[in-house]
């Protein structure tokens, strides 16, 4: 599954690492590419690692020995709650002082976001549009979040109120035909909104893929 690009990021955090590396040892590199949210530098790729999913044991003492496989460190939904929540508390105690404070509402959500914590992003991208609704990033990541968190309807709901404040953002088209192509079943809405990506971004750097897309999209 390709998943959506996300925007609204600033730096490479230690929850973002550690949701990556979960990531990268459940499932290797997936089938598409991962696409970061709407403002902020590109995360490095993930290199494919292999599972191994079995226990050596010691055939003179009969007891496991150490579990060295990458499965052994992986860390659970829990570990990344709890390391999203450490990281996030600084700015929530700055929240305190100014809870309307719409970046930091838009950082608190991103922390959460990367560690696959949807709904709790949900909850402070919300709250962050209701200080800046105007704001098409957060939007769009907001729709992002949605969608991981299963909400197809919302996600496109979303996207379009994006697009509204930003017609040709290319992340936000690109989310949409992505959203419309594997959530909704729709190839034809998710080849205009990559078809209108292409033509008001003639200069978009994975104008390659997009066109990938349009021709499975069509069964090409």
Do not use: H
């Amino acid at each position: 599954m390709t998943e959506l690009k996300t925007t609204t990021s600033d730096t490479w955090s230690s929850t973002q690492a550690f949701a990556l590396a979960a990531v990268a040892l459940l499932f290797g590199v997936c089938g598409g590419w991962i696409l970061r949210r709407a403002t902020g530098s590109p995360k490095p790729a993930a290199p494919q690692q292999a599972i191994v999913s079995t226990t050596p044991v010691s055939a003179s003492a009969q007891t496991p020995m150490p579990d060295m496989s990458p499965m052994a460190n992986l860390p659970s939904p829990a570990d990344l709650k709890k390391a999203a929540d450490a990281e996030a508390a600084p700015l929530l105690q700055q929240l305190k002082v100014a809870p309307a404070d719409a970046g930091l509402l838009t950082k608190v959500g991103n922390i959460y976001y990367d560690a696959k914590q949807y709904p709790d992003a949900i909850t402070y991208y919300e709250r962050a549009l209701k200080s800046q609704p105007n704001d098409a990033s957060v939007r769009t990541d907001l729709g992002t979040a949605y969608w991981y968190n299963g909400d197809a309807d919302t996600a496109i709901t979303q996207f379009n109120k994006a697009l509204t404040q930003e017609p040709t953002k290319a992340d936000t088209l690109f989310n949409l035909g992505i959203v419309e192509w594997q959530g909704k079943k729709d190839a034809r809405s998710a080849v205009a909104a990559w078809q209108k990506l292409l033509d008001s971004n003639p200069g978009y750097a994975n104008k390659d893929k997009v066109q990938q897309l349009i021709a499975q999209a069509q069964g090409n």
